[in-house]
């Protein structure tokens, strides 16, 4: 393989390896040095803060930046709220792709095409295209300023069918049949046999759509108003117009660094399975 | 089965985007019942001609996309060739660290960032410092705003393209490159001739991704410029949310969030139509 980007003697071989390495720490560190820097900065003082040329590295270790963050916005509750509302909406996402995946990989029915071809057109109509009507919907329904208002319109997203129709379109026919000759229902089928076989592809969407509605900014701040109501990215937004100030940096990205951590942690332990999963899929919550 | 799932999309996307297109057709304030819609035929539409900022915020939004995309493409694309190529050891790692960002919060990345950015205490301006070169306003500036953003978009989403770069390098067997070595061909040869070729329909999915990703950018631009300075950094969907939540013009910001739409339509027709291969696949 090496051959293939360098000379062909060992020399050339040796100064491609050399070439390859700087891009690889030059790659390594422009990703990572932003990150870096959020945190570093968490655990400065507003002195250091405020030095010049800027001060690359805290002296110590001070979390007074944390609790002021905590004691600026309610970034406890707005922790409970984000996970109340990621996880609720990934959970509604799995069942109604499931039962959907599985209807259109697996039952025959006149417009299955034409149908499934119209969930696939709305997988990326842009959310803010939807937002005024959107929220008169929410609005008439008596949901605003609650996390059910943020997590209803995205109970079912056409990803997620799109997905689980893949995964069990390959599960053989004849496993079904022989369940169908034994008197099962679709119901049972797709609960007993197809629910348990689909393991990799649940992991895959699940946190997926955990991320992406944890992350996601515009509808909640559009649907949320009171304090106590917020989510955690909201509450960094928050965070922001209060504490702009740059000897404040340190509580700003205190936030920051609160509000990245469950999906960082999450990504470090299941990095394969987000991966694997967009590879085969290309695509996203 | 079907139901729930159809169901909800019919309601919460179907119904809405049809609604968009009918509320853009009227004058009508946010804080008013529906009743109270007045039909205007395409009036709003006529006023988003002579709309200045609305036509600033539609050619910054496909400045801002374009440049996103013109980035993101041979960057993935050389990340992508270099993970997958690389005899160095450690390319797993390198694939999670450029692969991070995209996890975290837009918000919180853009908020990073503008600390990265500030003129006299970020890193940015000291870095460029000691290669001696002169300190830039970026978000400051209405010259670099837009390049501001676009760069940490580019930073923030790059690993995902490279995920879709890689994947689909996976899929081109390696005999090709064994023929080519075998009749001589360079590095470059197998680039152009092979790699590239092959890779077209995971390129123009990366295009499409990117595009759609990047017309409707709203976080950073909300958080970090509120479309200043000078209107630099407005862009349509920045336009749509202000105009329907800040002064109430629903009609006016369905008629915006409409040509969003068409905008975004038209540009990922084109472009299915540009780098579609000449022998009619897709």
């Not at chain 2, 009036?43 to 440049?67: K, V």
């Not at chain 2, 996103?68 to 050891?89: D, T």
């Not at chain 2, 450029?98 to 870095?127: H, S």
């Not at chain 2, 923030?156 to 080519?180: H, K, M, S």
């Amino acid at each position: 393989m090496i051959s293939q980007l360098g000379g062909r003697s060992s020399s050339g071989r040796r100064l491609a390896l050399a070439w390859q390495t700087v891009g690889y720490v030059l790659v390594a560190a422009i990703m990572l040095f932003p990150l870096f820097w959020m945190v570093a900065s968490s655990f400065k003082t507003a002195q250091q803060l405020q030095a010049l040329p800027p001060v690359w590295l805290p002296t110590q270790l001070d979390f007074s930046a944390y609790e002021r963050a905590f004691s600026t916005v309610p970034f406890a509750r707005s922790f409970l709220n984000s996970f109340v509302i990621a996880g609720g909406t990934t959970l509604g996402i799995l069942v109604t792709s499931i039962m959907a995946g599985y209807v259109f990989a697996k039952l025959r029915f006149r417009g299955r095409e034409v149908l499934f071809g119209l969930v696939l057109a709305t997988m990326f109509l842009p959310p803010i295209v939807m937002l005024v009507p959107l929220f008169r919907i929410v609005q008439a329904l008596g949901l605003t300023d609650t996390l059910a208002g943020v997590m209803l319109p995205n109970l079912a997203n056409a990803f997620g069918i799109f997905l689980m129709r893949q995964f069990v379109a390959g599960i053989p026919d004849e496993v079904l049949e022989s369940a169908r000759i034994d008197g099962a229902s679709e119901w049972t089928n797709l609960w007993r046999i197809v629910f348990p076989l689909l393991g990799p592809a649940i992991a895959a969407l699940a946190v997926f759509a955990f991320t992406f509605h944890w992350n996601s900014f515009l509808w909640p701040l559009t649907v949320l108003q009171s304090p106590d109501s917020q989510t955690v990215v909201l509450a960094l937004n928050r965070l922001v117009s209060y504490t702009s100030a740059i000897k404040f940096q340190n509580v700003v990205m205190a936030g920051a660094v609160i509000s990245v951590l469950p999906n960082v942690i999450l990504f470090l332990f299941l990095q394969r399975s987000f991966i694997t999963g967009i590879s085969q899929t290309g695509l996203k919550g | 089965m079907l139901s729930p799932g159809i169901g909800l999309l019919g309601v919460f996307v179907l119904l809405p985007i049809l609604l968009t297109a009918w509320i853009s057709l009227h004058s009508w304030s946010m804080y008013t019942p529906l009743s109270d819609m007045t039909f205007v035929g395409l009036e709003n539409y006529r006023g988003l001609l002579a709309d200045r900022t609305f036509m600033r915020s539609l050619t910054n939004t496909l400045l801002y996309s374009g440049l996103s995309i013109g980035l993101i493409l041979p960057l993935a694309f050389l990340v992508g060739q270099f993970l997958y190529r690389s005899a160095l050891r450690g390319k797993g790692a390198l694939r999670a660290v450029v692969f991070l960002p995209y996890m975290i919060p837009t918000i919180a990345v853009a908020i990073i960032w503008g600390y990265l950015y500030a003129p006299l205490y970020g890193p940015l301006n000291q870095i460029l410092g000691w290669f001696g070169l002169p300190p830039q306003a970026w978000l400051g500036s209405v010259n670099q705003a837009m390049f501001s953003l676009v760069i940490f978009n580019v930073w923030q989403t790059l690993g995902y393209y490279t995920i879709l770069v890689l994947a689909g390098l996976t899929q081109i067997p390696t005999v090709y490159y064994e023929a080519a070595v075998i009749d001589g061909a360079n590095g470059w040869q197998q680039v152009w001739r092979i790699t590239l070729p092959l890779l077209r329909r995971t390129l123009l999915f990366v295009v499409i991704i990117a595009m759609i990703n990047s017309v409707q950018v709203f976080d950073p631009v909300y958080v970090l410029t509120q479309g200043g300075p000078a209107s630099a950094t407005t862009v349509l969907s920045y336009q749509v949310y202000k105009n329907a939540f800040e002064f109430g013009l629903a009609g006016k910001a369905s008629s915006m969030a409409f040509v969003l739409f068409l905008v975004l339509v038209v540009a990922v027709a084109a472009v299915i139509r540009l780098l579609r291969d000449p022998s009619g696949e897709p």
